[in-house]
T-cell receptor, first 113, second 113 residues
Framework: EAQVTQNPRYLITVTGKKLTVTCSQNMNHEYMSWYRQDPGLGLRQIYYSMNVEATDKGDVPEGYKVSRKEKRNFPLILESPSPNQTSLYFC????????????FGEGSRLTVL | AQSVTQLGSHVSVSEGALVLLRCNYSSSVPPYLFWYVQYPNQGLQLLLK??????LVKGINGFEAEFKKSETSFHLTKPSAHMSDAAEYFCAVIAGGYQKVTFGTGTKLQVIP
């Protein structure tokens, strides 16, 4: 089954404790992206990757890091989480070219205390 | 630069009534336009997309949208609402280099029995 898998789905952590949210896709997609969803703000892009070792900032990259060492994986790293990073995070993937739709994971709800 | 505006963060309709969710876009080049739906506690899934072929696009679950270049609109409609249509709907645009997908702020649809 074609899917994007995120882990963990739910996480409560404390300010400053590094965490990683993993994302993996099994569709051989070149393009992967992270979004955060906040009430009234819709989805905002954090980082995206056009292919292995090719990443770039989206609209709200501050406080986040990513890496793309393998085509299927695109982890999101919060080196020193702060309460304003409490949000619902989505990973998505698609073919790099053309009008391909985005395939989304089920989301990771992060709370930073 | 590209942008999407969704009018109305909340829309309520009676079961069996017409559903109309509004989306206006801004793009300096011909865009690709999408509608995604998000059911509670799930990721987003594609409803339909416009890719410069037919201006009237039919999607899943009886939804359709019409691309109107003169009005820069891509409104989503469904003739008769079902209870199962209650969800949040996002309009999105891709323009230019296909790297960036910009989402609207979302419209929550409530269906009243």
């Amino acid at each position: 089954e074609a899917q994007v898998t995120q882990n963990p789905r739910y996480l409560i952590t404390v300010t400053g404790k590094k965490l990683t949210v993993t994302c993996s896709q099994n569709m051989n997609h070149e393009y992967m992206s992270w979004y955060r969803q906040d009430p009234g703000l819709g989805l905002r892009q954090i980082y995206y990757s056009m292919n292995v070792e090719a990443t770039d900032k989206g609209d709200v990259p501050e406080g986040y890091k990513v890496s793309r060492k393998e085509k299927r994986n695109f982890p999101l790293i919060l080196e020193s989480p702060s309460p304003n990073q409490t949000s619902l995070y989505f990973c998505a993937s698609r073919q790099s070219q053309g009008s391909g739709e985005l395939f989304f994971g089920e989301g990771s709800r992060l709370t930073v205390l | 630069a590209q942008s999407v505006t969704q009018l109305g963060s909340h829309v309520s309709v009676s079961e069996g009534a017409l559903v109309l969710l509004r989306c206006n876009y801004s793009s300096s080049v011909p865009p690709y336009l999408f509608w995604y739906v998000q059911y509670p506690n799930q990721g987003l899934q594609l409803l339909l997309k416009y890719t410069s072929a037919a201006t009237l696009v039919k999607g899943i679950n009886g939804f359709e949208a019409e691309f109107k270049k003169s009005e820069t609109s891509f409104h989503l409609t469904k003739p008769s609402a079902h209870m199962s249509d209650a969800a949040e709907y996002f309009c999105a645009v891709i323009a230019g280099g296909y790297q960036k997908v910009t989402f609207g702020t979302g419209t929550k649809l409530q269906v009243i029995p």
